[in-house]
């Protein structure tokens, strides 16, 4: 059975605290990506990566940094938290072969900065 | 500009009865995908659906039927026989270009809430 699995599904950080967000997953996917979902505004891309050590920045990536050292493994860090941080975070992960592949997604790690 | 459009927040169906999810889409590429993924209130979101711009006829899983009209630009998600099970947010989403290593647009949701 396939799967991404997200480290934490409910954390509680403070303002300027650095917070790790961690994804792995088991299906030797290549693309790896990292949302985040606030209502109302669907899902918005922060960072993508297409292989291992490399990056690129999606729509919000301010705020943000990521890490991908291994295949399996794509973090999401955020360096000092802020309030306006506080949302849901999620991974999904494909596979880089065939245009119709869909994303396979995490359950979620919903953030509160207090 | 948005490039997916969902233009439904909130949806209501009575069990058992169909029900249609609107989506319009804004690309000039030739070459593009559509997608239907649900979200449960456990959070994973789970991928039901997908539309290429090539495919001659509409996608069909299941329960779960793509109307897709390229001239008008619409993706529509049709779900029959609705069940309770189906209370869920629902998003669009579409892939541009042709290429391997795509990065997919999602819309803002709708709210799907089957009434027994």
């Known amino acids: 059975d396939v799967k991404v699995t997200q480290s934490s599904r409910y954390l509680v950080k403070r303002t300027g605290e650095k917070v790790f967000l961690e994804c792995v997953q088991d299906?030797?996917?290549?693309?790896m990506f990292w949302y985040r979902q606030d209502p109302g505004l669907g899902l918005r891309l922060i960072y993508f990566?297409?292989?291992?050590?490399?990056?690129e920045k999606g729509d919000i990536p301010e705020g943000y940094s990521v890490s991908r050292e291994k295949k399996e493994r794509f973090s999401l860090i955020l360096e000092s938290a802020s309030t306006n941080q506080t949302s849901m975070y999620l991974c999904?992960?494909?596979?880089?072969?065939?245009?119709?592949?869909?994303?396979?997604f995490g359950e979620g790690s919903r953030l509160t900065v207090l | 500009a948005q490039k997916i459009t969902q233009t439904q927040p909130g949806m209501f169906v009575q069990e058992k009865e169909a029900v249609t999810l609107d989506c319009t889409y804004d690309?000039?590429?030739?070459?593009?995908?559509l997608f239907w993924y649900k979200q449960p209130s456990s959070g994973e979101m789970i991928f039901l659906i997908y539309?290429?711009?090539?495919?001659?006829q509409n996608a069909t899983e299941g329960r779960y039927s793509l109307n897709f009209q390229k001239a008008r630009k619409s993706a529509n998600l049709v779900i029959s026989a609705s069940q309770l099970g189906d209370s869920a947010m629902y998003f669009c989403?579409?892939?541009?270009?042709?290429?391997?290593?795509?990065?997919?647009?999602f819309g803002r949701g709708t709210s799907l809430i089957v009434h027994p």
């Open positions: 299906m030797d996917h290549e693309n």
């Open positions: 990566s297409y292989d291992v050590k490399m990056k």
């Open positions: 989403a579409m892939r541009e270009g042709g290429g391997g290593s795509y990065i997919p647009t």
């Open positions: 690309t000039s590429d030739p070459s593009y995908g």
């Open positions: 539309q290429g711009s090539y495919d001659q």
């Open positions: 999904a992960s494909r596979r880089d072969r065939g245009v119709s592949g869909e994303l396979f």
